[in-house]
């Protein structure tokens, strides 16, 4: 059959309503999340036992099921949504799916023990409005992401895709769009927060007939998702935001650069690449104008570098991923030698909605010269680990409680990295900073791309240094001398450091080394890669005292600076404790009290667990 | 002109100038270290990091361009601190070897250490033991390595090779061939230009040194060495004779002195070379007007780098070079056959040295065609470097040496052959003696000099149309006869795809591996003065006019070899004795292993 293809506004627009009239005569949608943390959860069970039993119940024509993006809550997949009833169910099965059917879906209950338990007051919540996880958002990047089917077109057109491409060919004009993402205030989303409509403007104002546009899809922090959420649950929001671009800066050619490591994003991109082809909306003459472009996926090695936006034009040239000296900037020597302009995914997704619904309506949210949005990962010791759009301008506080649910387990808070490696920590005198490019920049963090690492007491700060330190070094490109060698002496000396083996100077030496790297490194990854080891040397310096001169680790993380202690008293000599030993380090004659070789431990615990006389003690 | 502040000095510089250089027009020095001038720049090292007002982050003035009203500080504690961290950096894992390295007084980080201050650094880190990769011609010590990437430049950019790149990433970054393979598995031309621009012992010739020490100290062997043209231009830089000077007389003093038994000139072997390649491009240039298919254009084939070069990237290209062997392994086979038999000494105990300026011929010398019945042309190579460092370790007082000349019967050459150590040089020479068979004239420009060939630009092209051949070349009259002159192989890579693509309008081509000619071949001086290839190609030009005769099929030597001993040019004893066979390779001598 040959494909409809869209060549005016009216057909948009009928697509629009046939989508709308086809589901209308549905009972209840059911949306299953199929984002990459419900598919490892198992969420394919769900839809197929949901296709099973409502095969088998003969109730095709009533219930239809939605395979969507991710829905955020990602730590309690696999999620189901029921519409238009807006009940949540989290960690669902096959089984539980089947008696969802039956006693929601047909009986028209809800099955309150499968539904949201909230921490605070462990209570169920079935309303989805009713849960701070979401009421507290607001979905503009993130507007279809679990909510339509990402790999549907028509589904997309009917939730007003494409219209903003429409608008901007009919009405806008190139001009016109600049000055629409002017106004509203959007930033990169990628971490630098370079203003999106000046970015634009270069590359239109740039000279040459061949151009290109960039989408980074290169995320490489750790813990950090957002993009990947995009391209998966959405991935004709990018695509029009790429035609967006091109048809601005006049490119006829965009790359899509995403990382290997993301095989579902690069699937579902691809596969909304050939369905916008196959309607005709990429390709020549684009909804019966002049303009004509096309995209291409390239896929990433996985080299955090990448993301850097010289080190990634290079990798698509097949070239060594390493970043290029700037200036000449990309928007004047990019991609081939030819403009390019280069936008963060999650920038992008935000393009075709504040088109559609104008700059005034983007920029009555956020803060400042933060407007808008910023969609975070919230990883680690969280409740609600998982994928979250926030106005800018929240209080940290609230971004890690009232939608991160606080602490797991009930710990305590003690800090929050942001801006992945090249961020820096923030401890909880922080909790009531604006979440905002400025204000994140004032406490020597940054708003980076968007992780959110929650660290409760129980974490040990030098050693989430030297983590990310090892992050840093591993990814480091090894062009330039203070990157490539710098953060392996610091990383040697974090690792000396929670081995107890730290001297007095190291503490000088680091902040040195650090500030050098900052002030000499080549790209943003070297010059920001000491950020982590700056923060925590300013924020918990007494930890790093701890360490080095008491050769203790306050959090009980650092495992070399355990001993592991008999007390001589209690110890009645059974030489069990000896015996489990694996290195021999325990010695002693029966009947007498033994004694452990602190040298030749190595810290495993055995002896305190088989220990029955309580004489083994743990100390700090 | 952009007006800017640097250390509060007011300084007015062209637009498009990097920081370092305004500064150095204000006769301010900013240290660097991975920088070359007009040849590599990538900000690799950070050691020229300054201060710039309004810039968050320190910049590298090598490659930042200055702007009107820039305010510039080279000296604030922020950039001397910078500067002394990055050194330490640089230096705690590097080996402390320098009493016994090569470079030892010659070494740009040893260099960079005394200018900042030898700053103090962190402890001496674990020095990995020393795993060399030694190629018959370029030995690479990683451990030496900085990582500035001068090497990768020169070839990648210059030579466009690509035998060498930055391989892992990170603390574990080396230089080296794909996949850590040897050197000499793959497509390295051995052209030694990553060599010249090592900034420490890194890259260094396999040294030879020692072999020749040891022949010298022989009492059974009869040492016989030869030096080639570019030597005697370069070698008194060793010495701190200025850039250019000519030294021929006293190379082959101080050669004499070392204890060679013969003192010969690779000179000599390039006249042969001119008579036997220029007879070899009349035969097929006549065959080719008359009609016949016969390979055109021809190329040169002293150059073993590109020899080298264009087995592995051009193997079907491989009939369009001339069958010569270089000069010096010409001379080296006529050493031990002609020579040997007018002393009387059994070849076998000739050892045969050759002098080049070049890192090639010591694989070249080694390749397994070059020997004649089994016995090597020549022995060994050694650089103009290591013979400067034989001289020195010798106690010869160089720069007062009294003058000397070379040996008698392969000593005397003309000034063709002088002009073999520069860029077009070989065309130059070879045309000389081309035309003069052709017509009975000398070729028809100012002072011998075929004036459109003279010069660094990387491709150079002539066209000469012959007037007045004599009758048995009749086929030549009025004839235009193109030529292409080209130095560093990223030229000869564009000469050769045009003859891929049959597009070459060509007769000849002259190829050297190395920009600029052999002059700055990878054997040579390292040199800081920015118009070095200029000066030493002046001294050869200049030898050349000094001498009477000036084209080599003059050469009264040369004349009784052929009559003496040779017999014809081309003829049945020249070709086993001075002529080759190629071998196709392939990008990692795939085709060798078929």
């Given at each position: 059959?040959?494909?409809?293809?869209?060549?005016?506004?009216?057909?948009?627009?009928?697509?629009?309503?046939?989508?709308?009239e086809?589901?209308?005569?549905?009972?209840k949608?059911v949306?299953?999340?199929?984002?990459?943390g419900?598919?490892?959860s198992?969420?394919?069970?769900v839809?197929?036992?949901?296709?099973k039993?409502?095969?088998e119940?003969?109730?095709e024509?009533?219930?239809?099921?939605?395979?969507?993006?991710?829905?955020?809550?990602?730590?309690?997949?696999?999620l189901?949504?029921?519409e238009?009833?807006?009940?949540?169910y989290?960690?669902?099965?096959?089984?539980?799916?089947?008696e969802?059917?039956?006693?929601?879906?047909?009986?028209?209950?809800?099955?309150?023990?499968?539904?949201y338990?909230?921490?605070?007051?462990?209570?169920h919540?079935?309303?989805?409005?009713?849960?701070?996880?979401?009421?507290?958002?607001?979905?503009?990047?993130?507007?279809?992401?679990?909510?339509?089917?990402?790999?549907?077109?028509?589904?997309?057109?009917?939730?007003?895709?494409?219209?903003?491409?429409a608008?901007?060919?009919?009405?806008?004009?190139?001009?016109?769009v600049?000055e629409v993402?002017?106004?509203?205030?959007?930033?990169?989303?990628?971490g630098?927060?370079f203003?999106?409509?000046?970015?634009?403007?270069?590359?239109?104002?740039?000279k040459?007939?061949?151009?290109?546009?960039?989408?980074?899809?290169?995320?490489?922090?750790?813990?950090?998702?957002?993009?990947?959420?995009?391209?998966?649950?959405?991935?004709?929001?990018?695509i029009?935001?790429?035609?967006?671009?091109?048809?601005?800066?006049?490119?006829?050619?965009?790359?899509f650069?995403v990382?290997a490591?993301?095989?579902?994003?690069?699937?579902?991109?691809n596969?909304?690449?050939d369905e916008?082809?196959?309607?005709?909306?990429?390709?020549?003459?684009?909804?019966?104008?002049?303009?004509?472009?096309?995209?291409?996926?390239?896929?990433?090695?996985?080299a955090?570098?990448?993301?850097?936006?010289?080190?990634?034009?290079?990798?698509?040239?097949?070239?060594?991923?390493?970043?290029?000296q700037?200036?000449?900037?990309?928007?004047?020597?990019?991609?081939?030698?030819?403009?390019?302009?280069?936008?963060?995914?999650?920038?992008?997704?935000?393009i075709p909605a504040?088109i559609?619904?104008?700059a005034?309506?983007?920029a009555?949210?956020?803060?400042?010269?933060?407007?808008?949005?910023?969609v975070?990962?919230?990883?680690?010791d969280?409740?609600?680990?998982?994928?979250?759009?926030?106005?800018?301008?929240?209080?940290?506080?609230?971004?890690?409680y009232?939608?991160?649910?606080?602490?797991t387990?009930?710990?305590?808070?003690?800090?929050?990295?942001?801006?992945?490696?090249?961020?820096?920590?923030?401890?909880?005198?922080h909790?009531?900073?604006?979440?905002?490019?400025?204000?994140?920049?004032?406490?020597?963090?940054?708003?980076?791309?968007g992780?959110?690492?929650?660290?409760?007491?129980?974490?040990?700060?030098?050693?989430?240094?030297?983590?990310?330190?090892?992050?840093?070094?591993?990814?480091?490109?090894?062009?330039?001398l203070?990157?490539?060698?710098?953060?392996?002496?610091?990383?040697?000396?974090?690792?000396?450091?929670?081995?107890?083996?730290?001297v007095?100077?190291?503490?000088e030496?680091?902040?040195?080394?650090?500030?050098?790297?900052?002030?000499?490194?080549?790209?943003?990854?070297?010059?920001?890669?000491?950020?982590?080891?700056?923060?925590?040397?300013?924020?918990f310096?007494?930890?790093?005292?701890?360490?080095?001169?008491?050769?203790?680790?306050?959090?009980?993380v650092?495992?070399?600076?355990?001993?592991?202690?008999?007390d001589?008293?209690?110890?009645?000599?059974?030489?069990?404790?000896?015996?489990?030993?694996?290195?021999?380090?325990?010695?002693?004659?029966?009947?007498?009290?033994?004694?452990?070789?602190?040298?030749?431990?190595?810290?495993?615990?055995?002896?305190?667990?088989?220990?029955?006389?309580?004489?083994?003690?743990?100390?700090? | 002109?952009?007006?800017?502040?640097i250390?509060?000095?007011?300084?007015?510089?062209?637009?498009?100038?990097?920081?370092?250089?305004?500064?150095?027009?204000?006769?301010?020095?900013?240290?660097?270290?991975?920088?070359?001038?007009?040849?590599?720049?990538?900000?690799?090292?950070?050691?020229?990091a300054?201060?710039?007002?309004?810039?968050?982050?320190?910049?590298?003035s090598?490659?930042?361009?200055?702007?009107d009203?820039?305010?510039?500080?080279t000296?604030s504690?922020?950039?001397?601190?910078?500067?002394r961290?990055?050194?330490?950096?640089?230096?705690?894992?590097?080996?402390?070897?320098?009493?016994?390295?090569?470079r030892?007084?010659?070494?740009?980080?040893?260099?960079?250490?005394?200018?900042?201050?030898?700053?103090?650094?962190a402890?001496?880190?674990?020095?990995?033991?020393?795993?060399l990769?030694?190629?018959?011609?370029?030995?690479?010590d990683?451990?030496?390595?900085?990582l500035?990437?001068?090497?990768?430049?020169?070839?990648?950019?210059?030579?466009?090779?690509?035998?060498?790149?930055?391989?892992?990433?990170?603390?574990?970054?080396?230089?080296?061939?794909?996949?850590?393979?040897?050197?000499?598995?793959?497509?390295?031309?051995?052209c030694?230009q990553?060599?010249?621009?090592?900034?420490t012992?890194?890259?260094?010739?396999?040294?030879?040194?020692d072999?020749?020490?040891n022949?010298?100290?022989?009492?059974?062997?009869?040492?016989?060495?030869?030096?080639?043209?570019?030597?005697?231009?370069?070698?008194g830089?060793?010495?701190?004779?200025?850039?250019?000077?000519?030294?021929?007389?006293k190379?082959?003093?101080?050669?004499?002195?070392?204890?060679?038994?013969?003192?010969?000139?690779?000179?000599?072997?390039?006249?042969?070379?001119?008579?036997?390649?220029?007879?070899?491009?009349?035969?097929?240039?006549?065959?080719?007007?008359?009609?016949?298919k016969?390979v055109?254009?021809m190329?040169?084939?002293?150059?073993?780098?590109?020899?080298?070069?264009?087995?592995?990237?051009?193997?079907?290209?491989?009939?369009?070079?001339?069958?010569?062997?270089?000069?010096?392994?010409?001379?080296?086979?006529?050493?031990?056959?002609?020579?040997?038999?007018?002393?009387?000494?059994?070849?076998?105990?000739?050892?045969?040295?050759?002098?080049?300026?070049?890192?090639?011929?010591?694989?070249?010398?080694q390749?397994?065609?070059?020997?004649?019945?089994?016995?090597?042309?020549?022995?060994?190579?050694?650089?103009?470097?290591?013979?400067?460092?034989?001289?020195?370790?010798?106690?010869?007082?160089?720069?007062?040496l009294?003058?000397?000349?070379?040996?008698?019967?392969?000593?005397?050459?003309s000034?063709?052959?002088d002009?073999?150590?520069?860029?077009?040089?070989?065309?130059?020479?070879?045309?000389?003696?081309?035309?003069?068979?052709?017509?009975?004239?000398?070729?028809?420009?100012?002072?011998?000099?075929?004036a459109?060939?003279?010069?660094?630009?990387?491709?150079?092209?002539a066209e000469?149309?012959?007037?007045?051949?004599?009758?048995?070349?009749?086929?030549?009259?009025?004839?235009?006869?193109?030529?292409?002159?080209?130095?560093?192989?990223?030229?000869?890579?564009?000469?050769?795809?045009?003859?891929?693509?049959?597009?070459?309008?060509?007769?000849?081509?002259?190829?050297?591996?190395?920009?600029?000619?052999?002059?700055?071949g990878?054997?040579?001086?390292?040199?800081?003065?920015?118009?070095f290839?200029?000066?030493?190609?002046?001294?050869?030009?200049?030898?050349?006019?000094?001498?009477k005769?000036?084209a080599?099929?003059?050469?009264?030597?040369?004349?009784?070899l052929?009559?003496?001993?040779?017999?014809?040019p081309?003829?049945?004893?020249?070709?086993?004795?001075?002529?080759?066979?190629?071998?196709?390779?392939?990008?990692?001598?795939?085709?060798?292993?078929?």
């Open positions: 059959m040959s494909q409809l293809k869209i060549s005016t506004l009216a057909d948009l627009e009928n697509i629009k309503r046939a989508f709308k086809s589901k209308q005569n549905y009972k949608t949306r299953v999340c199929g984002g990459a419900c598919i490892s198992d969420c394919a069970a839809s197929t036992a949901f296709n039993v409502v095969a119940r003969k109730l024509g009533e219930f239809y099921l939605v395979e969507t993006g991710c829905i955020g809550m990602c730590a309690l997949g696999p189901v949504v029921i238009p009833d807006g009940v949540l989290v960690k669902v099965t096959a089984e539980k799916m089947e969802i059917i039956d006693k929601h879906l047909i009986g028209g209950s809800v099955v309150e023990a499968y539904t338990v909230d921490p605070r007051s462990n209570k919540i079935p309303q989805i409005s009713e849960i701070d996880f979401f009421s507290k958002q607001v979905k503009i990047a993130l507007r279809n992401c679990g909510r339509i089917p990402y790999g549907s077109i028509e589904a997309y057109i009917a939730n007003d895709g494409y219209f903003a491409m608008k901007a060919l009919n009405e806008l004009k190139r001009e016109g600049i993402l002017k106004a509203s205030g959007l930033r990169g989303r990628g630098a927060g203003p999106a409509g000046v970015k634009w403007e270069s590359g239109y104002k740039a040459g007939d061949i151009k290109y546009m960039v989408c980074n899809g290169d995320e490489g922090d750790p813990g950090a998702f957002m993009d990947r959420s995009i391209l998966e649950g959405d991935p004709h929001s990018i029009e935001a790429m035609m967006l671009g091109g048809y601005t800066i006049g490119a006829k050619k965009g790359y650069y990382r490591e993301y095989p579902v994003a690069v699937e579902r991109l596969a909304a690449i916008a082809r196959a309607f005709g909306l990429l390709g020549e003459n684009i909804l019966g104008s002049d303009f004509s472009f096309d995209l291409e996926v390239r896929i990433g090695a996985g955090f570098v990448c993301g850097e936006e010289t080190a990634l034009l290079n990798s698509i040239e097949g070239k060594r991923g390493e970043p290029r700037k200036p000449p900037f990309p928007f004047q020597r990019g991609l081939f030698g030819y403009p390019t302009i280069i936008n963060n995914v999650e920038t992008l997704a935000n504040i559609v619904k104008g005034e309506w983007y009555s949210y956020g803060v400042g010269k933060s407007k808008g949005t910023k975070f990962a919230l990883a680690g969280i409740v609600n680990a998982g994928i979250v759009e926030i106005p800018m301008g929240m209080k940290m506080r609230e971004v890690i009232d939608i991160g649910g606080g602490m387990g009930g710990k305590a808070f003690k800090a929050v990295q942001s801006g992945g490696p090249s961020g820096g920590c923030l401890t909880a005198d909790l009531d900073v604006s979440v905002d490019y400025e204000s994140l920049s004032a406490m020597g963090a940054i708003m980076g791309s992780g959110l690492i929650a660290m409760d007491e129980n974490t040990c700060l030098v050693d989430t240094a030297r983590y990310f330190m090892e992050f840093g070094q591993d990814e480091s490109c090894g062009h330039c203070p990157c490539r060698v710098g953060t392996k002496r610091i990383l040697e000396i974090l690792q000396r450091i929670v081995r107890g083996k730290g007095a100077e190291d503490i030496t680091l902040s040195t080394l650090s500030k050098t790297i900052c002030d000499t490194a080549m790209c943003g990854l070297g010059q920001t890669a000491p950020n982590p080891v700056l923060t925590t040397l300013k924020y310096r007494d930890e790093y005292e701890a360490h080095i001169h008491d050769k203790r680790c306050p959090a009980h650092c495992t070399a600076l355990k001993r592991y202690l008999i001589e008293k209690a110890c009645v000599g059974c030489t069990i404790c000896a015996k489990n030993c694996p290195t021999n380090a325990i010695s002693g004659s029966v009947k007498k009290p033994h004694f452990i070789d602190q040298e030749a431990c190595i810290r495993c615990g055995v002896c305190m667990e088989k220990c029955k006389f309580n004489a083994i003690s743990v100390q700090y | 002109m952009i007006n800017l502040k250390n509060g000095k007011a300084i007015t510089a062209p637009e498009g100038s990097t920081i370092l250089e305004a500064a150095k027009l204000g006769g301010i020095n900013i240290p660097t270290l991975c920088y070359l001038k007009d040849v590599h720049k990538v900000g690799a090292c950070r050691v020229c300054v201060e710039v007002e309004g810039a968050r982050n320190l910049q590298a090598c490659i930042v361009k200055a702007w009203g820039m305010v510039v500080n000296n504690k922020r950039v001397r601190d910078a500067r961290v990055l050194y330490g950096l640089m230096v705690e894992d590097h080996p402390k070897e320098c009493m016994t390295c090569v030892n007084q010659n070494c740009e980080l040893q260099e960079l250490g005394y200018t900042l201050g030898t700053p103090d650094c402890a001496t880190k674990m020095i990995p033991p020393a795993q990769d030694i190629s018959p011609s370029i030995t690479r990683t451990r030496k390595c900085i500035c990437r001068r090497c990768v430049t020169a070839c990648n950019q210059i030579q466009q090779v690509g035998a060498i790149f930055s391989q892992n990433r990170g603390y574990d970054t080396k230089i080296s061939p794909a996949m850590e393979l040897p050197l000499e598995d793959g497509n390295c031309t051995m030694g990553c060599v010249v621009v090592c900034p012992g890194a890259l260094t010739e396999t040294a030879d040194v072999k020749v020490w022949a010298l100290n022989d009492p059974e062997l009869r040492v016989i060495v030869q030096a080639a043209p570019a030597v005697r231009a370069a070698l830089e060793c010495f701190d004779l200025p850039v250019g000077t000519r030294v021929t007389a190379l082959a003093a101080a050669l004499r002195e070392l204890g060679f038994d013969d003192v010969f000139d690779t000179n000599f072997g390039a006249d042969v070379t001119i008579v036997e390649e220029g007879t070899e491009l009349l035969s097929r240039l006549k065959a080719h007007l008359e009609g016949d016969v055109v254009p190329i040169t084939s002293c150059s073993p780098g590109w020899v080298k070069h264009i087995e592995h990237e051009f193997p079907d290209q491989l009939p369009h070079l001339s069958s010569c062997k270089s000069p010096h392994c010409m001379l080296g086979a006529l050493v031990k056959s002609y020579y040997a038999k007018k002393i009387n000494v059994d070849p076998k105990k000739i050892f045969t040295v050759s002098v080049m300026p070049c890192t090639a011929k010591k694989y070249e010398s390749r397994e065609v070059m020997n004649v019945d089994g016995i090597r042309d020549v022995d060994a190579v050694i650089t103009t470097r290591e013979l400067a460092r034989m001289i020195k370790s010798a106690g010869i007082d160089f720069v007062n009294p003058d000397a000349e070379f040996d008698y019967p392969l000593g005397l050459s000034g063709a052959a002009i073999f150590g520069v860029t077009g040089g070989v065309m130059e020479a070879a045309l000389r003696t081309a035309y003069s068979i052709i017509t009975g004239n000398p070729i028809p420009f100012t002072n011998l000099h075929i459109p060939i003279v010069g660094f630009e990387t491709i150079k092209t000469i149309t012959i007037k007045g051949a004599k009758p048995e070349y009749k086929q030549f009259e009025g004839i235009t006869l193109k030529i292409a002159v080209t130095s560093g192989l990223a030229g000869a890579n564009v000469l050769l795809k045009e003859i891929e693509a049959g597009t070459s309008p060509y007769h000849f081509i002259e190829v050297m591996g190395c920009p600029g000619g052999c002059i700055a990878g054997g040579q001086p390292r040199s800081k003065d920015a118009d290839r200029e000066k030493r190609a002046k001294a050869l030009y200049n030898e050349d006019e000094s001498k005769i000036r080599s099929h003059e050469n009264p030597d040369v004349q009784k052929y009559k003496e001993y040779l017999g014809e081309n003829g049945h004893l020249a070709h086993k004795l001075l002529h080759t066979s190629y071998t196709p390779r392939g990008k990692f001598n795939e085709r060798l292993k078929k």
